[in-house]
């Protein structure tokens, strides 16, 4: 089955303690990114990557840091989270960085206390 | 990349038609318009896209106006599963960032 996975899905953790949240698609997609939602603001894009080990910043990179080395692995890094990094997050792939029909992973949520 | 409008709910019955409108009035002429839906807090899911013409698939339908200043998504006939909250996203290519809005939150009523 074509899929966007992530994990862990519930993750409750401390200020300070490194992270790392797994994204994984089987779809061979060039595109890949990350985004975070929360009550108010919609989905924001923390990062993105176009192919293997070309990433770019979104709109909300503070705080994360990502890493392309695989096609189908997209990890999103959070060195020393802090509470306002509590949120929901999904990842997402697309075949191509001009398509905009983009699969989403079934979410994070992350609280960070 | 071009700003949408939708209202931010709507009620719709069971077996019914859901129409749900969306204007852009800014959009530029190589800019598509997505839409997508969120049921609850999972990850959002494509519905369709297009840049002039009418587009079906088996999810649903979206009418773009001539001028493209605006345009409608229909479910055509709405289930229960359909109540989510429903995106309308302009863009161009090459950049994949969607910036979703606050959406229309659609209820479907036994």
């Known amino acids: 089955e074509a899929q966007v996975t992530q994990n862990p899905r519930y993750l409750i953790t401390v200020t300070g303690k490194k992270l790392t949240v797994t994204c994984s698609q089987n779809m061979n997609h060039e595109y890949m990114s990350w985004y975070r939602q929360d009550p108010g603001l919609g989905l924001r894009q923390i990062y993105y990557s176009m192919n293997v080990e070309v990433t770019d910043k979104g709109d909300v990179p503070e705080g994360y840091k990502v890493s392309r080395k695989e096609k189908r692995n997209f990890p999103l890094i959070l060195e020393s989270p802090s509470p306002n990094q509590t949120s929901l997050y999904f990842c997402a792939s697309s075949p191509s960085s001009g398509i905009g029909t983009q699969y989403f992973g079934p979410g994070t949520r992350l609280l960070v206390l | 990349d071009a700003k949408t409008t939708q209202p931010p709910s709507m009620d719709c019955a069971e077996g019914r038609a859901a129409n749900l409108p969306c204007n852009h009035s800014?959009?530029?002429?190589?800019?598509?318009v997505y839409w997508y839906r969120q049921i609850h807090s999972q990850g959002p899911q494509y519905i369709i896209h297009g840049l002039k013409n009418n587009e079906t698939n088996e999810m649903a339908s979206l009418i773009i106006t001539e001028d493209r200043k605006s345009s409608t998504l229909i479910l055509p006939h709405a289930t229960l599963r359909d109540t989510a909250v429903y995106y309308c996203i302009v863009r161009v290519g090459d950049n994949n960032d969607m910036r979703f809005g606050a959406g229309t939150r659609l209820t479907v009523k036994p």
């Open positions: 800014t959009i530029s002429g190589n800019e598509y």
